[in-house]
């Protein structure tokens, strides 16, 4: 069931899928199918996160954890959904809620969508720690060895020679914190954006943080606004292709910088995941 991974991605990840974890998790996924249960997202959108941004390209790592649970919702890029859902989910609500506040009104204009694609496009790797789940039971993947390749993932892009500013929501997305060594990075931690924990969200001003610690390190910034763009789903691997030329151009050496992490309570170990409930 697991798709081939993205070609630009095979060279830093090396042979995973000879590996016999990798191959007891497609196993498993074929014995889901088989049982008549329905995996999301769709088997073509499993490794959307690594085909829009390749490794080259990656200047932000944000973590999610599983996808969402309703069936049309995810598209393999954590927290966005595809441009025609509504309602968007509350998690993807807070988020905009927290952009607006951080970059303010006359920066980020609450958009209609929740498609994230344009994020991806810049070099924000929007990577889940699970990357599948049963349609409508959130969780239901975890343990089965996708935690294993995200690790692996995280580590690829933590041996990379430029500063990566790693963003970190909720206890699934700090447990990887570990994975993350070199000094040449930087971390910035909140709570996860569910409704459970979104108390402790609102306010972690990550995306200017983000945009700071980039700048420090001479990468750029990212332009967070979201336009309104019917098609952005339906991206095609051509466009991945010319993401990853313009990415390498902008590569740049690594700085010499120091981690630095947000602080968020224990409270949020309810936080849960993207697809905590459907409606989340």
């Known amino acids: 069931m697991i798709p081939e991974i993205p070609t630009n991605w095979r060279g830093v990840l090396g042979d995973v899928t000879g590996e016999r974890w990798y191959r007891e998790l497609d196993a498993f996924l074929d014995g889901e199918l088989a049982a008549g249960r329905e995996i999301l997202p769709a088997r073509a959108d499993v490794f959307n996160a690594l085909r829009l941004t ?10 999610g954890q599983d996808p969402y649970p309703t069936p049309g919702h995810a598209h393999g890029l954590c927290f966005s959904v595809r441009p025609h859902v509504r309602p968007l989910p509350r998690s993807l609500q807070n988020i905009h809620k927290e952009l607006r506040a951080d970059l303010g009104g006359d920066h980020f ?11 991806a496009r810049q070099g924000v790797l929007l990577l889940n720690t699970v990357l599948t789940v049963r349609a409508g039971e959130a969780g239901s993947h975890r343990g089965r060895g996708w935690e294993i390749f995200t690790d692996r993932v995280i580590a690829a892009v933590n041996a990379l020679p430029g500063t990566v500013v790693f963003v970190l929501w909720g206890n699934q997305a700090r447990a990887k914190r570990g994975v993350i060594t070199g000094a040449r990075h930087r971390i910035v931690e909140s ?3 569910s409704p459970l924990s979104a108390r402790l969200f609102f306010g972690c001003k990550c995306f200017s943080a983000v945009n700071r610690h980039l700048a420090e390190a001479g990468r750029g910034r990212i332009d967070w606004c979201l336009a309104e763009a019917a098609g952005a789903d339906a991206a095609s691997a051509a466009g991945a292709d010319t993401a990853e030329a313009a990415s390498v151009a902008r590569a740049t050496g690594a700085a010499s910088v120091a981690k630095a992490a947000g602080t968020a309570s224990a409270a949020e170990a309810a936080g849960g995941s993207e697809g905590l409930l459907p409606g989340f």
């Open 54 to 63: 390749p490794p080259g390209a990656v200047r932000v790592v944000l973590l």
């Open 109 to 119: 204009a609450t958009p209609a969508h929740g498609c994230l694609e344009s994020w």
């Open 191 to 193: 709570a996860h954006p």
